[in-house]
């Protein structure tokens, strides 16, 4: 069902997420909420990105 570069997608649109999560709340330092919510939109353009790949490559 899922091969590896579907993986590869869905951790790289998790590790984004979470790196916004971390930039809103501050972990790194003080608030960065502007550079959370830019980290943010990568996750839907990463997974779009892959979704597109997907349908060009036939699924394979």
Known sequence: ???????AILVAAFISFLFSVSL???V????QKL???????????????????KLVTGGK
């Open 1 to 7: 069902m899922f091969n590896k570069s579907d993986y």
């Open 24 to 26: 809103w709340f501050g």
């Open 28 to 31: 790194f330092g003080e608030e």
């Open 35 to 53: 550079a959370g919510v830019f980290v943010g939109i990568w996750v839907p353009s990463i997974l779009g990105f892959g979704i597109y790949f």
